[in-house]
């Protein structure tokens, strides 16, 4: 045995590699076929035929045109609007075929700098308001894409969007708690508001 | 929010304690075609690909022959998908008429999805057509996947097996854990993760008209500012559910997007995020109960199980920790990271270090996700690492470089633990005094120098390639962060792409010729620098007489051997690299204590 384990020549190598090009070849080509052409085709016809909808994007039309979708977060800068995550996808922010976080590490000087800016930003649009600025609102998101706020970081713009749209503090409150999603299952994740389909409809909101 | 914070971790921890065993049975029933529902639904098909490939399930392999046809069968992996990438503007499936991938990186991109590594110098979306993402990233999930398991299968063999010339069927083995394992496990989550929203479609992809314009600024013709609006945002496409699913389920990591499973179409909801990391841990926890099965005794899966766990534990609570705790910048900047729940429990946002995470995941989905996936050789992430605590930082890169072996990649883990069991009965049986064996198995100079051969091979890819990139003007320029930090993406670039396990500092310019090539040789010898020592032990243990147990033989199970384990992982992981973790994530740790 000993002999089969060290005592073993290029010649055996070779032998054994020629021996196995068939069959690696062979199930290569079968596997493949199985599972990169049957499986992603039979799971793309399951998903299409049982859920659609979500197959295809979450897609959200509005008035005949696709105005986004449910789990993608676009970029919103009027006042009116409840905005966004910063987004450090390139060259604007929520590009949706560039997904990509900031990567700034912990201590990188421009990180305290980007805070900086977004605080400032934030203030200044609401100068009267004193409530404490959310971390998820001023800290670029993971993908970029984040299509969610957390409700402290709704909670604080309520004073802005409500001046801008001339409503009172109150029905606001009311969009954004019927936004609110809360932890899936009670358990898992983190509660959350979809900044875009808050946004359409306080913009479907009949104006008083 | 601790309460939470509690539920959530201990949910999943129990959901794998109890999947453990089923996926234990399943495992090492149909590996051995000992499920009589699964021979007479596969049989056919599995006797067909026999006839058709010429091998037949009877004829087993000597520890050489095995090594010799995995190695084929992933060279064939490897050359295919390399020139899939590089053909893929004239082939068909690619609406966004990608042009081919570069050499380089066509070459990185092909080692890293055949060594089970799935780093990714590229952005998915802005490169690969949807051709390249199903035929060839989504195959090599599967197969190398599938070759993990194959491996761990020939070394339980070897140890359950004595006086015995082979190891099994490679060929056997890769079709076996590819279709009853791989492919049902991954369709069942595909659909699954559709019905919360990853999508499954070959459209191109779509233009959408926002209600709020964009403005920003970009270079003219002449390198000029200049401001640009537009109302319109394009939403990536593609079959994204099929290769999520086997993406997690075979600790792949290898995202169909750029931002991976922080996308929100990879993983749109805290449920989707659980079934990943479930996905990513329930091979590796199931294969340890397979093991104690075959080799007889599962006390001794459960004593490789409990090392694990105890390892994990530790770390969670250290990332969830950390990454709760926050960055003293931004509080200094004036941003509140506290935790705020309202009187009747309800949590107005998770606080902590938000940068680089999403808000549907928080800390504690986040933290989770980070440690099991580099616990795992998974590499997916679901928030970005270049962003976590120092801490965080630390822990995500030395679970890496402990090799991977806290329930670790399909198959990788558990074959790298039980090589580290061997060195724990080594160390044992000097301190005693008394011939080290292992179940029943002597161990003797040459299972050793095999084993030195493992433990050594990735850090000196690791350590050696890290002083490399940094000395050299092609590897500095690479870092995007500076100070500490810009090290610590070096020292993970190398240290994940040698124990393959493929998340990143993302900061780093990776997609160069200097990474792509020198990432690649870690990856390769990593391993495979790795699985044939596996195998050569697999080949002499099963050669082996086995010996009755006597008063004399150390029982390896039970809570001395678990510490015994543990101690052998955390001190050679901890004597190989503390001195490079000190310039990195411990420096930056405390220069953030000074804030």
Redesign the interface.
């Known amino acids: 045995m000993q002999e089969t384990l060290s005592g073993h020549s290029d010649t055996l190598s070779f032998k054994l590699a020629l021996k196995a090009l068939r069959p690696a070849l062979m199930l290569f080509v079968i596997l493949t076929i199985i599972t990169g052409v049957i499986y992603p085709l039979v799971t793309t016809v399951v998903g299409q035929w049982w859920m659609p909808f979500q197959a295809n994007g979450s897609l959200i039309e509005k008035g005949g045109i696709v105005v986004g979708s449910s789990f993608i977060g676009q970029n919103f800068t009027e006042a009116k609007y409840f905005w966004s995550r910063p987004s450090a996808t390139g060259p604007y922010s929520y590009n949706a075929a560039a997904s990509s976080g900031a990567n700034q590490g912990p201590l990188n000087p421009a990180l305290a700098d980007a805070i900086k800016i977004r605080i400032a930003a934030l203030r200044e649009a609401d100068t009267d308001n004193k409530l404490p600025i959310p971390v998820d609102l001023v800290t670029a998101s993971a993908s970029g894409l984040d299509p969610h706020i957390s409700p402290a970081a709704a909670q604080y713009q309520l004073t802005r969007v409500a001046k801008a749209r001339g409503l009172s503090a109150e029905s606001i409150q009311q969009m954004i708690d019927n936004h609110t999603e809360s932890r899936q299952l009670s358990i898992l994740g983190e509660p959350r508001v979809n900044v875009l389909q808050l946004n359409l409809a306080l913009d479907s909101m009949v104006q008083p | 929010m601790l309460s939470?914070m509690v539920?959530?971790v201990g949910?999943f921890f129990i959901t794998l304690l109890v999947l453990t065993k089923p996926m234990g049975l399943w495992l090492s029933a149909v590996m051995h075609g000992e499920c009589k529902f699964i021979n007479k639904v596969g049989g056919p098909v599995e006797r067909a690909?026999y006839r058709?490939?010429?091998?037949s399930p009877e004829g087993e392999m000597?520890?050489?022959?095995y090594a010799?046809?995995v190695?084929?069968?992933n060279v064939?992996?490897a050359i295919?998908i390399y020139f899939l990438q590089r053909w893929q503007l004239n082939l068909p499936l690619n609406p966004q008429q990608f042009p081919a991938v570069s050499v380089d990186s066509s070459i990185n991109t092909a080692i890293s999805f055949v060594t089970n590594t799935n780093w990714q110098g590229y952005?998915g979306?802005?490169t690969m057509s949807y051709l390249t993402q199903?035929?060839?990233l989504?195959?090599q999930n599967?197969?190398s996947a599938?070759t993990g398991i194959a491996v761990l299968f020939a070394l339980i063999r070897g140890f359950a097996r004595h006086t015995s010339?082979t190891i099994g069927n490679f060929?056997v083995d890769?079709?076996r854990s590819?279709?009853y394992v791989?492919?049902p496990l991954?369709?069942l989550l595909?659909?699954a993760l559709?019905?919360?929203?990853?999508?499954?479609?070959?459209?191109a992809?779509?233009e959408?008209?926002?209600?709020?314009p964009?403005?920003?600024i970009?270079k003219d013709a002449a390198g000029k500012d200049i401001t640009q609006t537009?109302n319109t945002?394009?939403?990536?496409?593609g079959?994204v559910?099929?290769?999520e699913a086997?993406k997690m389920l075979g600790t792949n990591g290898g995202g169909f997007?750029?931002?991976n499973s922080?996308?929100?179409?990879e993983n749109?909801?805290?449920?989707s995020?659980?079934l990943e990391m479930l996905a990513i841990f329930l091979i590796p926890a199931g294969l340890c109960f397979a093991f104690g099965k075959m080799v007889g005794d599962k006390r001794q899966g459960w004593t490789i199980f409990s090392a694990m766990f105890i390892i994990f534990i530790v770390m969670v609570a250290a990332t969830l920790w950390a990454e709760q705790s926050?960055?003293p910048?931004?509080t200094?900047?004036?941003?509140?990271?506290t935790a705020?729940v309202t009187e009747s429990g309800?949590?107005?946002?998770?606080?902590?270090?938000?940068?680089?995470?999403?808000?549907?995941?928080?800390i504690?989905?986040?933290a989770l996700f980070a440690t099991i996936t580099t616990a795992a050789s998974c590499g997916a992430?679901?928030?970005?690492h270049?962003?976590?605590?120092?801490i965080g930082g630390l822990v995500t890169m030395w679970q890496m470089q402990l090799g991977e072996v806290v329930f670790g990649g399909v198959g990788s883990g558990l074959y790298t633990m039980l090589i580290y069991a061997v060195l724990a009965v080594f160390i044992a049986g000097l301190m005693i005094g008394r011939t080290p064996e292992y179940l029943g198995k002597k161990i003797e100079t040459?299972e050793m120098q095999m084993t030195a051969l493992i433990i050594l091979v990735t850090p000196l890819l690791v350590l050696i390639g890290t002083a490399l990139a940094v000395s050299v003007a092609d590897g500095v320029v690479g870092i995007?962060?500076?100070?500490a930090?810009?090290f610590?993406e070096v020292l993970y670039a190398l240290s994940s792409a040698a124990n393959n396990n493929g998340s990143a500092?993302?900061?780093l310019s990776a997609n160069t010729p200097f990474y792509n090539s020198l990432l690649a040789v870690a990856m390769f010898f990593g391993r495979f620098g790795i699985i044939i020592p596996v195998l050569?032990i697999a080949?002499?243990m099963a050669?082996k007489k086995r010996i009755p147990v006597s008063v004399g033989t150390m029982p390896t199970h039970g809570p001395l051997f678990v510490i015994l384990l543990i101690g052998a992982v955390i001190l050679v992981g901890a004597l190989t690299y503390i001195p490079a973790l000190a310039l990195g994530p411990v420096v930056?740790q405390l220069?953030?204590l000074n804030i």
């Open positions: 939470n539920v959530q949910l690909i058709l490939i010429g091998t000597g520890w050489r022959q010799v046809a190695m084929i069968f064939v992996g295919f952005a979306e802005a199903m035929l060839g989504t195959v599967f197969l599938a010339k060929w890769a079709t590819t279709l791989l492919l991954s369709f595909a659909v559709i019905g919360q929203g990853v999508i499954q479609n070959f459209d992809y779509q959408v008209t926002t209600i709020n964009t403005s920003y970009t537009t945002q394009t939403i990536a496409m079959p559910a099929s290769q086997i997007f750029n931002a922080a996308h929100p179409f749109p909801t805290p449920l995020n659980f926050g960055n910048v931004l200094a900047n004036g941003a509140d990271q705020v309800f949590a107005l946002q998770s606080g902590g270090n938000m940068e680089g995470k999403e808000t549907r995941f928080g504690v989905s986040s992430v679901n928030a970005m270049d962003s976590l605590t120092p040459y995007a962060n500076p100070g930090h810009g610590s500092f993302a900061g050569a080949g002499s050669a930056e220069q953030m």
